[in-house]
Every structure is written in structure tokens, then in C-alpha cells.
């Protein structure tokens, strides 16, 4: 492990800031990567487009997100191993794990192919839509193997303190995809169908380059076709990964409902959400690179015995993530129809997602917090107490005050995407609640 990925030694801010960079890189790169999808369609396809492809890319967000986070069991193993020196192990955990994350993969590719339009249809995509929605998920599906590893590879080198090959991989995705949407949508007019494959073929362009480019690196491991297989390695990651993908698949169900809320108060309104979403995913792209430098940072000084250097960390991100936030969210709640306008014309769907993102605004700066904290908690395999506390935040208050925004007589998007910050306080205030307790009972420092 060179300087820059030892994380154990050296400046704090120094070294998160250049790990975290990297990673803020890849994730404007992928939320570009998913809103060009958006774009092109609300400019050179159907109004039922915009629909399809905001239901459809939901669906397979919720999925991606969850595999991510059964991966992130890999990435912070990996820091482990890094931070007590016992590179020895990671070649038969990187092995362990590219067989248990390809027969997942084949299992869920069976499933989308087959369900695309019940799963469709359980979606409340407006009647327009049903079918476009149904045959981007069918799409999506066909190539989800190259999806899965595409995320894999990207955490397995976040836990080896290497962010700099992610942001290359995602590069390569995203100009594939840019190149892909407008040659199949605005040329050939393959309009939801064109997105889909777009997304399959920069997905599949950017495994096959990075895996060429991998074999080209000085690895500080040995890995060979014997390590892939099933192994202990395999329980330990998946005990460190299951609890974050449960939190992400239960509280990504979450916003599926809300999704669905949105679709039965028609096109324009689920359009418009559509289009909000895609602006949330930029919203969120310093809090999501805070949590993922996080894990990382924090389990190799866990490793290395420097528990105090691992909470320097964590104060560090949540004030650079916060102070960024109010900027964000300013700008969201102020400008956001001119946020909307760039992905369609129409002034109704422009209307609608700006009435989103007033409510949503303030989630820019009090999600930082969070997840800094859940990146704390994870780089401490603390992993329970994420998915319990992502499930309360989920179930006791977004899902519950979302539904009540959206069955109120002539229903504003303010209310519901109120819903997000309202629930990242009550996160912020049971992680302050356990982290006292943590730290009354010294549990952290062992």
C-alpha cells in the first residue's frame, strides 16, 4: 500500500480530501450517466418517455444501490486487511466474492426479464407508460450481469484506498452512454428502448476496459482463477454487507412507493418527479462521497488501532459536507425550475419538479451529517445499527408522511419531498443517541 492509500498516517483533511475527490468525481460522472438517460428522452423522445425511463431507472437503482452495499462488506474487509497488513487474505476474498455476486446477478437478470411488466404495473406507471416502463426494465435486465460487476470493481479498489481507477471506470460508462443516448434516441429514435441499451452497453464497455486496465496495475495482493470460489470469506462479507443492503432494499422500497404515490396523481406529476430526482441525484453527490471516503478511512485506522484519528475524520466530513450543503441547497430551493428546464420544455413538468425540490432543499446540507456518521459506523463493522436506523428513519417517517402529502386534496411535490429531511433528522438525532452510547461503554475502541 503506497502513501496515498494509507490513510493510517499523515493529515486527516489532507488525505480524505484527496480520497474523496475521486469518488465525488465518479458519482457527478454516474449521476450525469444516469440523467442524460432523462435529458435526451425529454428532448427527442415521448412525454410517456420521461415517465418510463424515471419508473424504470428506479427500479434498477434500487437493485444497483442494494448490490453496492452488500459490496461495501468487501470494501471495508479490504481496509481491514490493509490497515493490520494481512494482505495475504484479499486475493481469496475478491475471489470469494466474484462467485457469490455472479449467481446473484443471473438470478436477478431471470427475474427482471420475466416480471418486467407486473413489476410495471405494481409501479402505478401511468397507463401511457406501462409498457415503455415494462421494456426498459426487460432491457436493463438482459444486461445486468455487466451492471453488477461494473459496481463490484469500483468497491473492491475504494477498499484498497485507490479512487482514482472508480472515476475512470465511471468515465468511460459515461461517455459511452452520452454517445450511446444520442445517436440511438436522438437519431434513430429508439426512444425508452434507446436509453436502456445505452445504459447496458456503457455498463459493459466500462468492465471490459477496466478489467484490461486491472491487469496492467501492481496489485499489493495475489489473485488467481483458484481464489473464485465460495469460501469463509464469502459469510464474513456478506455478514458485514447483508444488514446495509437490507437497509438499502427496505428503504429503497420506500421510495419506490413514493414513486408509485406520485404516478396516481398523473403524468405531469409523476414526470416532474422524474425530472426532481434526477437533479436530487447531483443534490446528493457530496453526502454519498462523504459516506463512501468514510468506510474506508475510518476501517483502516479501526484496523491500524487509531480510533481517535477515525473520529477526527468523521467531525472533518460533516463539516466540509455541511458547509458545501447550504450552498446546494440555496441554489435547489431558489433556482430549481431553472434546474428542471434542462431536462424538458414542457412548463407543467418544470412546475411540478420545482415544487419537489423546495421540499427536498435542505436535505443538501443535513444528509452530510448522517453520513458521515453511517460512514463512521460502517468503517466500525457497526453495520446493524445502519439498517436499523435507516429503517426507522424509512418507515416510522418518510413513507408514513409522503403517503399523507400525496392523499391531501389538490396534493403539492413540497410536501412530499419534505418528507426526505424531515426523516435525516430523526437518522442524525438515534446516531448521536448510540454514539454517546458507544462511547459510555468504550465499545468503539476495541
Do not use: W
Not at 474523496?20 to 428522452?41: C, E, H, T
Not at 490493509?82 to 475471489?95: F, T
Not at 430549481?336 to 424538458?344: E, N, Y
Not at 435507516?390 to 408522511?401: D, E, H, T
Amino acid at each position: 500500500m503506497n502513501n496515498k492509500q494509507d490513510f493510517t498516517q499523515g493529515s486527516i483533511f489532507g488525505k480524505m480530501i484527496q480520497f474523496m475527490f475521486p469518488i465525488l468525481g465518479a458519482l457527478v460522472l454516474q449521476a450525469m450517466y444516469g440523467a442524460v438517460d432523462m435529458l435526451v428522452v425529454g428532448h427527442f423522445g415521448t412525454n410517456a418517455g420521461i415517465s418510463a425511463v424515471s419508473t424504470g431507472s428506479s427500479i434498477m437503482n434500487l437493485l444497483t444501490f442494494v448490490l453496492n452495499a452488500l459490496a461495501t462488506g468487501v470494501t471495508i474487509l479490504l481496509g481491514k486487511y490493509l490497515g493490520e497488513k494481512r494482505n495475504d487474505q484479499i486475493g481469496s476474498l475478491i475471489g470469494n466474492a466474484i462467485s457469490f455476486f455472479l449467481i446473484l446477478a443471473a438470478i436477478l437478470s431471470v427475474v427482471l426479464i420475466l416480471f418486467a411488466r407486473p413489476i410495471a404495473v405494481l409501479m402505478q406507471a401511468p397507463e401511457e407508460a406501462v409498457a415503455l416502463t415494462a421494456q426498459y426494465i426487460r432491457i436493463c435486465g438482459i444486461g445486468f450481469l455487466f451492471v453488477v460487476f461494473y459496481n463490484l470493481i469500483s468497491c473492491i479498489f475504494r477498499g484498497l484506498g485507490n479512487s482514482q481507477l472508480p472515476l475512470l471506470f465511471v468515465a468511460i460508462a459515461c461517455v459511452v452512454n452520452i454517445v450511446g443516448d444520442l445517436l440511438l434516441i436522438a437519431v434513430f429514435h429508439l426512444n425508452v428502448a434507446g436509453a436502456a441499451i445505452a445504459t447496458i452497453a456503457a455498463q459493459a464497455v466500462s468492465v471490459i476496459l477496466s478489467l484490461v486496465i486491472i491487469r496492467r496495475q501492481k496489485l499489493p495482493f495475489l489473485f488467481s482463477l483458484k481464489d473464485i470460489r465460495f469460501g469463509k470469506k464469502t459469510k464474513a462479507f456478506v455478514k458485514v454487507g447483508a444488514p446495509l443492503a437490507l437497509q438499502e432494499l427496505l428503504t429503497n422500497l420506500t421510495f419506490l412507493a413514493l414513486c408509485a404515490f406520485i404516478n396516481r396523481l398523473g403524468l405531469d406529476a409523476s414526470n416532474g418527479y422524474g425530472i426532481a430526482q434526477k437533479i436530487q441525484s447531483f443534490i446528493m453527490l457530496v453526502p454519498g462521497s462523504l459516506m463512501q471516503c468514510m468506510a474506508s478511512f475510518v476501517a483502516q485506522n479501526v484496523g491500524a488501532g487509531k480510533e481517535d484519528r477515525a473520529r477526527k475524520g468523521m467531525l472533518y466530513g460533516m463539516a466540509v459536507g455541511a458547509g458545501i450543503g447550504v450552498v446546494i441547497a440555496a441554489f435547489a430551493f431558489f433556482k430549481g425550475d431553472m434546474l428542471a428546464s434542462i431536462f424538458s420544455n414542457n412548463e407543467r413538468d418544470i412546475a411540478r419538479a420545482f415544487e419537489y425540490l423546495r421540499g427536498f432543499a435542505p436535505e443538501a446540507i443535513i444528509t452530510s451529517i448522517l453520513f458521515s456518521f453511517l460512514g463512521y459506523y460502517n468503517g466500525h463493522s457497526r453495520s446493524m445499527f445502519v439498517m436499523l436506523q435507516g429503517l426507522a428513519q424509512s418507515f416510522l417517517i418518510r413513507l408514513p408522511m409522503s403517503y399523507l402529502m400525496s392523499i391531501r386534496p389538490n396534493a403539492s411535490l413540497t410536501g412530499i419531498g419534505l418528507a426526505a429531511p424531515t426523516a435525516t433528522v430523526f437518522g442524525i438525532v438515534m446516531c448521536l443517541v448510540y454514539y454517546h452510547h458507544m462511547n459510555k461503554q468504550k465499545v468503539l475502541y476495541v
